[in-house]
């Protein structure tokens, strides 16, 4: 007797009808754990001030100038149009490469005329 | 058209010969023009003649179809119809209206009643949990926590379809029986001030709601749109009497009339008038709506509206109100822009009065002191237990949270209401027609509220309908569903929008 006892007590317990109605919950919302998955560019397009600009997932710099000449000259360089939100597509192959020139002149110990 | 008698002929028919054109609707049945239009039937001195008994073949139960942001879904009427023919009512967009219903103008057409009742026998089994159908055990989930259920969704409950029939005298100790709390809504004024009534309501008065539907300050100004109800003197004092005697009453203040319920000449501020008028006599609470107009007309509703504009001192105003309206939604409704001031200015007075606020026009929504824009409040022995799975409990806490600093994200899942995925689509709402029917008869309300849920293009999806304060902000990893969080509104909001136009 007492074996079955402990068997039966180890099998989950069999809900019925009434047990579900009285789990269901009308009394309150359920805060359940969420995972957003962004879809923005497929389905909605969301205007600045509905949402604010969302950055590309990707690794970014920021630079402040000194001047409105020296910051010219970049803009004109990277063909830079709409300066308020961001290059439309970022032309990093142009910085990267004009950055390895650098690097290589300078070991090549060709003067620069910064360094001047 | 035997059963219908003229209690006068004083001309009444040639005098409204400009609408009757405009309907066709007794032509087609032959029988002299104004004859069914019942909205007239007041003007033209021409009543129905109900028989001793209605029919006792009417379903007075279901779920209503605004369940999706509902705090009192489960819905009861006594009769198929109401004698009040008000000019504004939306039922007559519902198959119940006999100018949109073949079957029920055949009935009328071989002299049976227009009317039909609910057996009282039925709503005894129903409070005493005696029926085992799927829609039956659903509303059971909910009374057994001690939901309210809502007397009066389609048609006065207290009309004179109840002062000839006297079902509610019979309905009502079943309710106290069985400590059902009941809302009523009602203009009934004359019936409610009637002795018979009030003794039986005395037993158990504090399980009875009265939410007044009162849209005009001004008697003679009510009668012209409220064809045949009480005026608002009578509510009011029917209201003072009831909540003299422990019943909770409220301020239906809706749908609100520009030119009725806001102003008109001698009374620059009738709107603050009836609220403050309301107050004195008891009320608690005030329920608010603007207007919304039906895109799909029959003939007779556009003759109604062209009563009700005329009332107003706008003849055109249905053309302007549409051109505000976006044209994709059934119910046009205008925008935000326009009712700010005057939500606003109501809002204000309530506060400044202490009532509770309740707002159940979609725009501004989020102002409810409570989630049910009846203007329940949370706390209550009788009144507390309205569901909160609904979007206007989701809109009301999802600001909360955002005035708190602590916004919250929604998904479907949050909200979900259990009775809904037990209840068939077609149960709730007409099908229109039989393909339809076989094409949705597997649905169920809720795989209907979950797809408006994801879809913020349509008209009765949270985004829209709320006029983009509930924003779509990604979709749920674990559900696919969409995620909304709360964001305030401004002017011109309305006009962004965030999804990509298909033409694109």
Known sequence: MDKEKKENSKKEKRLLPGDFQRKIKYESLDDNPKEIEQSRGRLFEFPEDLKGFQFEDRDFLVFYFDNKE????????????????????????????????????????EKIEEEE | MRRLRRKNNNGGQTQYLEICEACGVCKSVDVPPGTLCASLSKQARIQFEYPETFPQNYGGCRFSSDAFDCAIPIAIDSHSGCSYNCLYCFSNNLQRAFDRNNSILKIAQEGGSLYKEWPIKQLEKFLAREYQDEQSQAMYTLMDRGAPVQLGALGDPFDDLEIHSGWAKKAIPLFIKYKQPVR??????????????????????????????????????????????????ERLQAMKQLTDMGSRCSLRFRPFLPGLSDSYPGEPEAWRVLIERAHE?????????????SSFLTPRQKAMYQLMFRAMDWPDFGEWWNSQSNPAEACRRATRDYKHD?????????????????????????????GCCCGMPEEDEW?????RRQTTEVLVQARRA????????????????????????????????????RRKKFKTFGDKMRDIWNNPKAARGPYQYFGKVLVPVGKDRHTDDLIYEYQPWYSGKEKKTIYKSLTQ
């Open chain 2, 184 to 233: 009523i809504s009602t203009k009934g004024g004359k019936a409610l001030q009637n002795k018979e009534y009030l003794q039986l309501i005395e037993q158990s008065p504090e399980q009875f709601w009265f939410a007044w539907s009162i849209i005009c300050n001004d008697d003679e100004r009510i009668s012209k749109v409220d064809i045949n109800a009480p005026v608002t003197s």
């Open chain 1, 70 to 109: 020296d910051y010219t000259t970049v803009l004109k360089q990277f063909g830079i149009a709409k300066r308020g939100l961001s290059h439309p597509e970022l032309d990093t192959d142009k910085l990267v490469k004009l950055v390895k020139w650098y690097k290589a002149a300078r070991e090549r110990g």
């Open chain 2, 342 to 370: 005057m939500t606003k200015k109501v809002y204000d007075t309530c506060k400044g009065l202490g009532m509770r606020f309740g707002i159940s026009d979609p725009h501004f929504k989020e102002l409810n002191d409570t």
């Open chain 2, 383 to 387: 009144f507390g237990n309205w569901s």
């Open chain 2, 281 to 293: 006599a008891g009320a608690e609470a005030v329920s608010f709506e603007y207007i919304f107009l």
């Open chain 2, 402 to 437: 955002y005035e708190k600093g602590e916004p919250r994200l929604f998904t479907y899942n949050d909200w979900r209401p259990e009775w809904a995925h037990r209840v068939p689509l077609t149960t709730m709402v007409s099908a229109s027609n039989w393909h339809n029917y």
